[in-house]
């Protein structure tokens, strides 16, 4: 589920722009006005993503306890990691692949023992 909502919030808020003519003019955030509401929709997304964690952790889907973060900081972490790929995209199916990639050995990490 934490694949699908990086999946979701990517297609909604990088693919349009990243294939657009422009698309790396319009993701130069530093002198785009549209990057304090990206940046706000990362927030969100960054904070749903550690509630859906902590509820994670409390229902034993995962094990947090060797940790030495909180859920915040390591869906920051995840989000900032997955943001790094797209430096080095070059379609947005290679990104998604990638995003399920990075998200998997996130998820690895702290994969409840059986």
Request: aromatic share 8%.
């Amino acid at each position: 589920r934490f694949n699908a909502a990086i999946l979701a919030f990517e297609k909604v808020f990088y693919e349009p722009v990243a294939q657009s003519p422009h698309g790396a003019e319009l993701m130069d955030a530093s002198i785009s006005i549209a990057a304090d509401l990206m940046k706000k929709g990362q927030d969100r997304l960054e904070k749903s993503l550690a509630r859906a964690l902590e509820e994670a952790i409390s229902s034993k889907e995962v094990e947090f306890t060797g940790m030495s973060m909180t859920p915040l900081a390591f869906t920051r972490l995840l989000v900032s990691s997955v943001s790094g790929l797209k430096k080095h995209a070059t379609s947005a199916k290679g990104l998604r692949r990638q995003i399920s990639e990075v998200t998997g050995v996130f998820f690895k990490g702290i994969q409840a023992s059986s």
